[in-house]
């Protein structure tokens, strides 16, 4: 058995008050299907077999909203520790200006 993550990203319109409701059922059936918000539109969720992860990705399809861009990537729970997650610590001047800071690569 080999442990998978799930991970999901989505760009979905909120124009309109549909756009809106279809955005909220989606990331509520996310929610509701054992996704944790990572960032900003991206959720992830742990699975206990490759067989599991093709199911969840099943009812992810069956699930999409009407408009936008839905994303879906399979990871063995190795590859998906072993990212890196990389933070700009720099911090913005009085005149708007960047000033050099130090960026850190976090690994798992």
Not at 12 to 40: C, H, M, V
Not at 43 to 72: F, I, T, W
Not at 88 to 98: D, H, L, V, Y
């Amino acid at each position: 058995m080999r442990i998978m993550r799930l991970l999901v990203m989505f760009d979905l319109p909120t124009k309109t008050k549909s756009n809106k409701d279809a955005y909220t059922k989606f990331r509520r059936f996310l929610e509701d299907d054992g996704y944790i918000w990572e960032q900003n539109s991206i959720y992830s969720r742990n699975l206990l077999s490759r067989a599991s992860a093709e199911a969840h990705a099943e009812q992810l399809r069956k699930n999409l909203p009407p408009a936008g861009h839905v994303v879906a990537m399979q990871f063995t729970e190795k590859q998906y520790v072993d990212r890196e997650i990389l933070v700009n610590t720099g911090c913005s001047g009085p005149n708007g200006n960047e000033t050099p800071g130090t960026q850190l690569f976090l690994t798992f």
